[in-house]
Each structure stands twice: as C-alpha cells, then as structure tokens.
C-alpha cells in the first residue's frame, strides 16, 4: 500500500492533487466527471465581501500553449457562497478551500472571519495575486511590506490554514514568499497568472476589454516550476505549485521541484477529469519507481 | 448529465470551400439532446489548447450519430477539417439550454450565415415531436452560401435572402418580404451578432417574442471559467449554462 497522504502543516490532504482557485468553479459544475471526493481537495473560485460583476466581455483570449483570462473575480460575495454555496458542498469527504480576496485589508480580514466560522472549511487560500482587479488583488503581492503587512493582519482573524497565493510578477518572489512566511502563513501557493496581453492586427484592438490579463497554461509551466524551486528552497513552510499542469509528469515535476502538492488549473477547462487521471498517473509513476511514499520525492532538486 | 464521449467520425463533408458537415458516432447511446444545446471539441492539434463550442446540426438517435455543421475559421476547426471516417473525436456534451419551443405556434427561425446551424435539429424537433411546420429564413452572402437546403425542406417551409440576390431575395434577412404581413408568433434567431441585433429590434416593434443563440468565446463550456458572459437583466451571465439560448428581453443589447 502506497501512501499519498501529505501534510500541508498541520491540513491534511488525502493526495496532493488540489484545484486551482477560478478554473472549478464551486466543484458542484465538475461532479458529473469526477468523484469530488477523491481529490485531495479543491479551491473554490475566488470570494471577496461583496459581490463583485468583474469585467466586461471579451474575458478571455487563447494564446499560443496559453490563454488569457480578464474575469476580474467575478462572484456573489461571502454571504451568498455561505448561504447558497456551503450547504450543498460541506459534507463532501475532501478539503474545501476558499480562496479569499480583497481591495483592502479591511475587506480581506472581513471576508476571513466569514470563512472562519465555516466548519468544513478547513482553509483558505489568501489571493494576492490577481491581475484583474484595479484595486487590491495584485497589488498585495507585488511588494513584501504589503505582503506582510495583508498576512499578518489576516493571520489575526482567521485561525485555521492560512495559504498564501502568491505572484510571479515580480522581481524575486522568494522576498514575498518570505514575507508571507514571516506574517504566518501556513503554506504558500504560487503562482498566480502572468500578466500579459494579446492583440487583433485586423482589428488592431486588444483582445481583452481590459487590454491585460492573465496567462495560464502549458506555457507558463517552465517559468512556474522554477519559481517554486526558488520558493522551496526560500522558506520552511509547505509549497503549493501550480502553473501550467497538464497530466501527471507535470504534477511530479513540481513534487521534485519542492511542492508538497499542486494545484491543477487551466487543463480543467480541457479535460474535465484530467485531475483523476493526474491521479491514477501519479500512482503509475510510484508504481513504477517504487515510491512508496509520496512525501519521498518533494523537494528532491 | 454531462459526459465526456469518444466519437468516431463517420463522414465529414465539404460543403462548400470554408464550411464542413462533420458527422460523428458514439458507441453507446446518446444522451437526451435538446435543440440549442452544443457540444465541445477536443482539437487533436499540438497548436490548439482550448476545446471548440460547436452548435448541434442534427442528432439521430437510432444511429448514435450526431451533425456538425462547421465554419472553417481559425486553427481548431482548420484541424476539424483534416478529420477523416474512422478517426476518434473527444466531445464533451450536451452543453448549455436550449430554444424554448413553447415561444409560439408559428415560428420563424432565422440563420444568418454559419449560424444556420443549430436551426436544422430546432425546427426537426418542432415538426418531428411538436407537429409544427415552422417557417425558415436563411441569408447568407450568396447562392454557394445556402448549404443543407433539402435538409431544412423536410421539416420547413424554406425562404432564403442572399446579400447579392443570387438565390431568394436580395438582402439581408431583416428586409426579407416575411416582415411584410407577419404571420409568424415567434422568432428563434442565430447568426453574426450584428443581425441578431437587428433581427431583435425588428421583433421588438412588432411585439414577437424572439430567442436569440449567442457565440461568446469560452474556454471550459460548464459554467466554470466565466469567460463567455453575456450582460444581462440579471448581471453576468454565462452563455455556455446560462444560454446559449435567451429571449431578448433579458439582454442588455
């Protein structure tokens, strides 16, 4: 019996497979191709105070291994996700995370100690990272004194994990991810989108409403597993990897680089199950290497 | 129940230099597709990441076969074009809502250009199970534009309006000689936004109900993204579970 359980200090996950914040939706829109409860977990779409309509269509632009996404943290807010949300998913046997965002820490803080009275979850994911809002988001996370300074002020109010997305837009993200440390944080997950931009020549206008946005995909994949290793090697808290995982070798090429598990993200929108398969590929590669415990192969680099 | 299905391609037709009729087959049986529902493609193609929405043409049930009537644009359906009998197609299906048929009991379905295509299997529906011979309009830019026309003339009365008059009237679907005397309760519209639009205003003047199936880009086509959103009365909504399919009324346009 091989043994995939990973211990994010202190939260559990069955396996380390979770989903990236934004690319499952609740879990609910994903329950007729994968057994929820297999997963090591899932990060429900990112969650601010109030609702929030985000930006205008077009959101969204296919690039080349890559696209582009400008939703801008569309959401009904806290109150709707406990309300509407939480009672349909709260009994399913697997971590439900909610990833929580803000324009000010006020905000970050108010929405927290919401999460924090959910029993079932266990965790959340603290995004400051998005490059789609005008205020906040991003901003949070491209400098270490305002990391610090929203983390450890969240880290008052909010007693469970505390996960930390962090930003690749930035100069050295080991500063931020130490920052983050520092403050409290439990475990840190990177990275967010890649800020970029694609344009009509026929039209000669942006593709996106918003002229930026994030770029997700196969293509950020070499610069992500990179950033983590850096990351890894920075801090002594749990790293969470994402960028870019499309199938299983992927998933193990971040577990080697220094992650205690992964987030899988845009390869969602392109195999709704492809985070089952991740699964079963990781068991094939234990299997075949004889791992007998996944924690074995982290941070090997 | 939404499910991911390898389909093998049966044929796959040029129908005229840039649109395909893809028709594909699953080994089991199909699920419950309604009209307006649409499906999407995985592109076998190392250049392409995202899959493709593609509206559902027609479905025959006793064949486990559904159509694809496919305007050849950019990369993904370049590499849907290159498909050949026997080669395997992941589709994800059924997707979204669909035409509400209790709209009226004299429609009037208008294609314009590729957006013909989920009209076929609507008005086979309305004939086939409702007993409702509705009334088709079809415009295009020109005669080799009006493709499937012996197909929509099984379950329709067939009018066509081509921009340079080279089959039916002259124009666009808007100035056709059907607006003349309506007899027609109901619309059901698909096409360039523009026309739909237009079509929208039309029906508005004279106070028929009218259902339009919009195209906006997606990635994921299960409500997960938020990429596709449409402004409506009620907000954001998503147009690959919230539609394609909505009634004028509700779009801000």
């Not at chain 1, 709707?80 to 965002?101: A, C, G, H, R």
Request: aromatic content about 6%.
């Amino acid at each position: 019996m091989v043994n995939t359980i990973v211990d994010l200090n202190g939260l559990k996950l069955k396996n380390p497979i979770l989903t990236a914040s934004g690319t499952f939706g609740y879990g609910t829109e994903y329950s007729d191709f994968v057994d929820l409860e297999k997963l090591g977990g899932f990060i429900v779409k990112g969650t601010t105070i109030n609702h929030k309509e985000g930006n205008p269509y077009p959101r969204m632009a296919e690039t080349a291994s890559g696209m582009l996404n400008a939703v801008g943290l569309q959401n009904k807010g806290v109150n709707y996700f406990k309300s509407k949300i939480y009672p349909e998913i709260e009994n399913l046997d697997t971590n439900i995370i909610v990833n929580v965002s803000g324009s000010s820490i006020e905000d970050y803080i108010a929405c927290s100690e919401i999460v924090n009275d959910l029993s079932h979850i266990p965790a959340i994911e603290l995004n400051i990272s998005c490059p789609n809002v005008k205020e906040g988001g991003m901003a949070f996370g491209t400098s270490a004194k305002a990391a610090f300074d929203v983390v450890s002020q969240v880290r008052k109010a909010y007693g469970k994990h505390l996960m930390v997305k962090l930003s690749p837009n930035v100069t050295d993200i080991t500063e931020i991810a130490k920052a983050a440390e520092d403050a409290g944080a439990d475990s840190v997950s990177l990275v967010n989108t890649f800020m970029g931009m694609a344009i009509d020549i026929n039209t000669q206008k942006p593709l996106l409403s918003t002229i930026t946005g994030g770029l997700s995909g196969p293509c950020i994949k070499p610069i992500a597993l990179r950033m983590v290793w850096q990351v890894a090697k920075a801090v002594n808290i749990p790293v969470v990897g994402l960028g870019g995982i499309m199938n299983a070798a992927d998933a193990i090429e971040f577990m080697l680089a220094g992650a205690s598990a992964i987030q899988v993200g845009t390869a969602n929108f392109i195999d709704p199950d492809i985070t089952i398969k991740i699964l079963d590929g990781i068991h094939e590669y234990m299997k075949e290497h004889n791992i007998d415990d996944i924690n074995d192969i982290v941070g090997i680099i | 129940m939404k499910s991911i299905v390898d389909f093998t391609v049966k044929s796959n037709k040029e129908l005229n230099s840039s649109t395909i009729l893809l028709i594909v087959e699953s080994k089991e049986e199909l699920p419950r597709i309604l009209p307006g529902q649409f499906v999407n493609v995985k592109i076998d193609n190392n250049s392409v990441l995202l899959r493709r929405p593609i509206s559902i043409h027609d479905v025959d049930y006793k064949n486990r076969q559904i159509s694809l009537y496919i305007k050849v644009l950019g990369k993904g359906t370049a590499s849907l074009k290159e498909l050949e009998a026997g080669d395997i197609v992941n589709i994800l299906l059924p997707l979204g809502n669909s035409f509400d048929i209790s709209l009226g009991k004299k429609p009037l379905l208008i294609g314009g250009g590729c957006g013909v295509a989920p009209l076929l299997y609507l008005a086979k529906v309305l004939f086939e199970d409702h007993n409702i011979k509705p009334t088709v309009l079809i415009g295009a830019r020109s005669e080799e534009d009006i493709l499937q026309v012996n197909e929509y003339k099984k379950y329709a009365d067939l009018l066509i309006s081509t921009e340079d008059g080279s089959l039916g009237e002259k124009g666009y679907p808007t100035n056709h000689t059907v607006w003349d005397n309506p007899e027609f309760d109901c619309i059901y519209c698909c096409g360039p936004e523009i026309m739909m639009k237009a079509i929208a205003s039309k029906a508005k003047e004279i106070n028929v109900p009218c259902e339009v199936s919009l195209e906006n880009t997606m990635a994921c086509g299960i409500g997960a993204c938020l990429c596709c959103v449409q402004d409506t009365d009620k907000g954001h909504q998503c147009v690959c579970t919230d539609g394609p399919v909505f009634n004028i009324n509700v779009l801000k346009w």
